[in-house]
């Protein structure tokens, strides 16, 4: 999780349900082992992360249209509301980050991924947040001035640095809605 529990210890708990790999149509095929019928939970909030994936070049196995992303998107996004509760105002719906070209090519040559494409699946994520009412950032803009800050292990995947900017963006949206207080007494409390 880009969110360590140094941040949030005490205050909330996370449930990581991150599938490497995914795109959003294999998530809805499986999409019962990603949001339990009945959760054991109750979820205040939510942060959704797709795009990377579905944003390859068409004919690749992890490519989905873009008008599918959407409503996949659209999908996901009703699950979590009617399953979990979560309210929409408190759902974040991250856009796949920018890539660094030239270091994905030499690393997974053939692969074509594209800034172009992925600005176009990032304008699809910030269109599906709009209408359902949902929180949004942009990190493809977010990151776009950045790549040559190292925020790629592979010009795909997020370095350290990439990974603490999410965290920063995810942990704006947490601390923006999270109790001050802690959930769970101090250990101090004990004494």
């Not at 490497?20 to 992360?49: C, E, F, K, M």
């Not at 105002?89 to 030499?106: F, G, K, V």
Request: charged share 20%.
């Amino acid at each position: 999780a880009v969110v360590s529990t140094q941040s949030t210890g005490r205050k909330l708990d996370l449930t990581n349900r991150g599938l490497s790999g995914y795109n959003t149509r294999w998530t809805l095929q499986r999409i019962r082992d990603v949001v339990p019928a009945v959760p054991a939970y109750h979820y205040d909030l939510a942060v959704v992360w797709f795009g990377c994936n579905d944003a390859t070049k068409p004919g690749l196995s992890q490519h989905v249209p873009e008008a599918e992303y959407h409503d996949n998107l659209t999908q996901i996004i009703c699950k979590l509301v009617t399953t979990l509760g979560v309210q929409p105002s408190n759902l974040l719906l991250l856009t796949p980050p920018c890539i660094d070209e030239d270091m994905l090519e030499h690393t997974f040559p053939g692969k074509g991924r594209t800034n172009a494409r992925m600005r176009r699946y990032a304008d699809v994520a910030l269109t599906v947040a709009k209408e359902r009412g949902c929180q949004s950032a942009d990190l493809f803009s977010h990151f776009q001035s950045r790549v040559s800050e190292g925020l790629f292990t592979d010009g795909l995947h997020l370095s350290e640095r990439g990974n603490e900017l999410v965290a920063g963006v995810v942990g704006e949206f947490l601390g923006n809605r999270v109790q001050t207080g802690m959930c769970i007494p101090d250990w101090k409390d004990f004494q």
